[in-house]
């Protein structure tokens, strides 16, 4: 027997390796392409067989592991990647196939980029609004302002979901799901899953998708849904209370790695299509790997096609990577992987990255096909959010910050023989600060730095080789979202502050950055003791162009409690407060404003208690559907 089919015959033995068949003349399917020039330190490779993958991965995970398991960035539960900035009207895009009357013009969610949808916890299509809430799925007619359907999911958690017709996916995260049909008060442990609804008639789930780890991002093109999931291998290392000595519990550690059957790297996957389920694992195949790598992770994209009447495997395009930023555009995929955790293992509290640097690969999309992997690179220093890359004309831009020089730089890199090269760099921004926000719009770039004060630079990407800062502004406080709102207009969601850069509650700024010589701050609006979810969520955000409205979620507090509500801004050549909308009390309880949408004349504001509808032009309260 070949040392390839004995291989396999053992990891039959644990678990399937879809990866290994019986005929070594049939290769799996190659995971990237083939090499067209010379090998970089960033360039993407598969392994030879799934010999080499266990071995190497084995070797790599024994180098990184520490004395307490797989630390840093391995492993660690991520929560979803917040999104981005578009809320346009696109009636168009919803028009129905059957020839069926168009829905009112309505917003969608607010994402980074235009034709890269991303998961969030309501979805409208501007006929029907659906959203996520406590474990149930609710579907409510927009029309008629009533609740057409309810599904009672079965999980718990912070449930998102993606709508592309009658279909939608909810995607689970990992964790502590309670059930409601066993003890409530019981937690148990599951993995992230993807379940398909379907929305014609009664709800129901028609596939559901179980995995392994943790659910890092998604996004969605046209009807196919991409998820990005990130695995650690199944290893139980001992439990040794006893020693303390960190040299020892590493040695233990290696010996656990050892042990470690070779399927424990190769992430399981399970799908209940009606009553068939069926179960498997990432083909080895389609494993790829960089030159550094730490082997305590993998990081796997799933494909489902939402016009499909079931999810199936996914299609699992693997990498041994710790990502934990997705980036997309309609035709393009990033994944990014902060590189911090990497520490010098026995220094102690002074401990230290090793990298302070940020990995970086690009796959290609196209149609309702897996990814295809296209070139990686690395930039130093570490992202803020997704709004630190940028893809335009060819190039991606990245902004980072340098923790150890205290130092912000953009970088503009190409794809070239399968690699991302730096082709320019604006260096030096904010020195001694940390960048708080980027936004990049075309051939221009804005960036906001603070520590103290809140320098937001004004950049010309126009030419790749010589990006250029063109100018600066410096007012207190800090913009946490940049937002773009009309030609040469920026509002920017963030905190106000003093001189010391102690924080002063809710400040939103409106740029004017027409001049890239002199942007120009034309007005604020500022809300003491108040912050706003906006700052870290920009899904949070609502901007209608159709009349200047601009909806913020904020909770404020003083000496005698708290208060959640949505302020109703419109945005002109100043910001004007229109009215401040706040959902029914009940039992002394302030529902939190979670999000708002238009469709038609009606603004709707969503929290966990239920849906609001008020007139568009009045702010007056039309219609209240609880949740409950």
Sequence with gaps: MSRRLLLCAVL?????????????????????????????????????????????????????????????GMGMPEAFTRGGARTMADAAAAKEASGAAAPPQYSGTNVHEQGADEPDLVKTDGRRIVTISQGYLRVVDAASRRETGRLDLDVQGQLQLLLSGDRALVLVPAGYLYRRYIDKR???????????????GTPKIVSRYRAEGNLVDARMTGSTARIVLRTTPRIKFPDAPRVSDERKRLALNKAAIDRAPGAAWLPGWEVTDGAQTTKGNVDCGRVSRPTDYSGGSLVSIMTFDLARPALGSGDPVTIVADGD???GTADSLYL????????????????MPVREETDLYKFTIQGNQP????????????????????????????????????????????????????????????????IYSVRFIGARGYVVTFKQTDPLYSLDLSDPAKPEVTGELKITGYSAHLQPVGEDRLIGIGQEADADGRTQGTQISLFDVSDPAEP????????????SDAEYDPHALLWWPATNLLVVPVNTWDSIGSKSEALALRVTDGIALTDRITQPTTAAYQPMIQRSLVIGNVLWTVSESGLQASDLSTMDRVGWLPSA
């Design 12 to 72: 039959a033995l644990t678990t399937p390796l879809a990866g290994c068949t019986s005929d070594p003349a049939r290769p799996a399917p190659p995971a990237v392409p083939p090499a067209t020039g010379a090998a970089g330190a960033m360039r993407l490779v598969a392994f030879d067989s799934c010999e080499q993958l266990i071995a190497d991965l084995r070797k790599a995970a024994k180098a990184n592991v520490e004395p307490y398991g797989f630390g840093g």
């Design 371 to 434: 990814p295809v992997y296209r070139a990686a690179g690395a930039v130093p220093g570490y992202l803020i959010n997704q709004y630190a890359l940028s893809e335009w004309d060819g190039h991606l831009r990245a902004a980072t910050t340098n923790a150890k020089t205290e130092r912000s730089a953009v970088r503009v890199l190409a794809e070239r023989d399968g690699k991302l090269v730096q082709t320019g760099i604006v260096d030096g921004l904010g020195k001694g600060e940390r």
């Design 325 to 327: 930023t997705v980036y």
């Design 186 to 200: 019981a937690a148990m442990p599951e993995g992230p899953q993807v379940l398909l609804v379907d929305l014609a």
């Design 520 to 531: 120009k701050r034309l007005a604020r609006y500022h809300l003491p003791q108040a912050y």
């Design 336 to 351: 990014a992987s902060d590189q911090r955790w990497r520490l010098d293992r026995f220094a102690g509290r002074a401990a």
